[in-house]
């Protein structure tokens, strides 16, 4: 699976929207970018994945580059129990065998 | 939507006992269910991967004989520390995917399970 690399950390005023990053400039046609947020002391949460078109749901939306080499995922209007660590995986999504491998992922820090 | 449980959510254990963590797929049927272990303040990494009716597949690192798992229905999947130590101390996760759902490819996580050997 093709490695991410995503911001350490980021802080984002509540209320406004956070922009989180990731770049997977190694990813392959079939791979899928996914995204997972953890909150502290707790497993992680789906959010939301696509595989070149833009995707919306409930949560958040995301944005995929035209070549796929990276992505952003946008929490419209972030609140304070947004602050959690957001990874971002690329994975071979119609294999149900694959493994999920996280990277180090960024911590949001939503102030108020 | 899909649900994970995980039993315990925490617990304590002696040094040198065994601790069974439990993984269940709550309203959905699993083949195949993934264990991870994270250390404070770092990312989940990946142990092994639980198969129905079938060995597990363990990660480069990952003792097999010290984290042994089982997975002998399509709703509950197991991992034992056998031997624990202090080094185990740690969080574990396990995840599953509904296969009937239409995000087919997503992974649902369980809680959690603090272990914590003194």
């Known amino acids: 699976d093709a490695k991410t690399t995503q911001p350490t950390s980021m802080d984002c005023a509540e209320g406004r929207a956070a922009n989180l990053p990731c770049n997977h400039s190694?990813?392959?046609?079939?791979?899928?970018v996914y995204w997972y947020r953890q909150i502290h002391s707790q497993g992680p949460q789906y959010i939301i994945h696509?595989?070149?078109n833009n995707e919306t749901n409930e949560m958040a939306s995301l944005i995929i580059t035209e070549d796929r080499k990276s992505s952003t995922l946008i929490l419209p209007h972030a609140t304070l129990r947004d602050t959690a660590v957001y990874y971002c995986i690329v994975r071979v999504g119609q294999n149900t065998g694959n493994q999920f491998y996280f990277g180090t992922g960024t911590s949001l820090t939503v102030i108020p | 939507g899909a649900v994970v449980s995980q039993h315990p959510s925490w617990v304590i254990c002696k040094s040198g006992t065994s601790v069974k963590i439990e993984c269940r797929s709550l309203?959905?049927?699993?083949?195949?269910m993934f264990w991870y272990r994270q250390f404070p303040k770092q990312s989940l990494m990946l142990m092994a991967t639980s198969n129905e009716g079938s060995k597990a597949t363990y990660e480069q690192g990952v003792e097999k004989d010290k984290f042994l798992i089982n997975h002998a229905s399509l709703t509950l999947s197991t991992l034992t520390v056998t031997s624990a130590h202090p080094e185990d101390s740690s969080f574990y996760i396990c995840?599953?995917?509904?296969?009937?759902?239409?995000?087919?490819?997503?992974?649902?996580f369980g809680a959690g399970s603090r272990l914590t050997v003194l």
């Open positions: 190694t990813i392959s046609g079939n791979e899928y």
């Open positions: 995840s599953a995917r509904d296969l009937g759902a239409s995000g087919a490819n997503v992974l649902t």
């Open positions: 696509g595989l070149k």
């Open positions: 309203d959905f049927q699993a083949t195949t």
